[in-house]
């Protein structure tokens, strides 16, 4: 599996490209601002051809070339039905201070020509891939992740993670459409039943580890020592994102 992964834009948000080795199809997770050229960059240098656009979640800074990207290579959007109105309406999902950082400019939005809605539990195939989708909602109301097997190098899985989880830290909630304990309760859910070997590729920062956050990550051991039935409230780690 080829995974070629770049950092783009002014917030540094992680896009990815997917393929099964050079010269086959492949998949473009979040592609943000700046992101299209980096794009094309890694499809000429390995001789892809971009078949699908995959969202995790439909803030800007994840999503801001999904259209142009999309419509280069004829290539079909996937994105949850929770998140899906911010293709168009991106504002919608800002901080006051993003906001005002690009109302600057002139901007038009608008989905790209083939859009699909994902759901929980998901499985996708392609470009060869098969992904799971696990709806994980928090950071906002679609966020979602993508599980592919792996099976290399001791690691059964990797996980795009968007901004739900990240080295050492989580995504906010303080954006319209997240909420906290929702988050926690993603986190306890789909990320603390994975197995250790899963290599998480996070929206920002580094690449990770399910066993190294859950030993380390103080969000994830918060969660590990409290009851199940009841929400944990960390107030000291700092959560990260748009």
Known sequence: MLIAGFPAGPWGTNCYVAATGPGAECVVIDPGKDAADGVAQVVREHRLKPVAVLVTHGHVDHMWCVAPVAGTYDATAWIHPEDRHLLSDPMAGMSRETTQMLLGGKYSWAEPDDVRELADSQEL????????????????????????????QDVSEVMFSGDLLFAGSIGRTDLPGG????????????????????????GHGEQTSIGRERATNPFLLDLQDTDPAGPANPTTPVTRGL
């Open 179 to 202: 909420d906290h304990p929702t988050i926690l309760r993603s986190l306890r859910e789909k990320v603390l039943t994975l197995r250790d070997d899963v290599v998480v590729l996070p």
């Open 125 to 152: 195939e392609l470009a060869g891939l098969r992904f799971t989708v696990d709806h994980t909602p928090g950071h906002t109301r679609g966020s979602v992740t993508f599980r592919s097997p792996y099976e290399q």
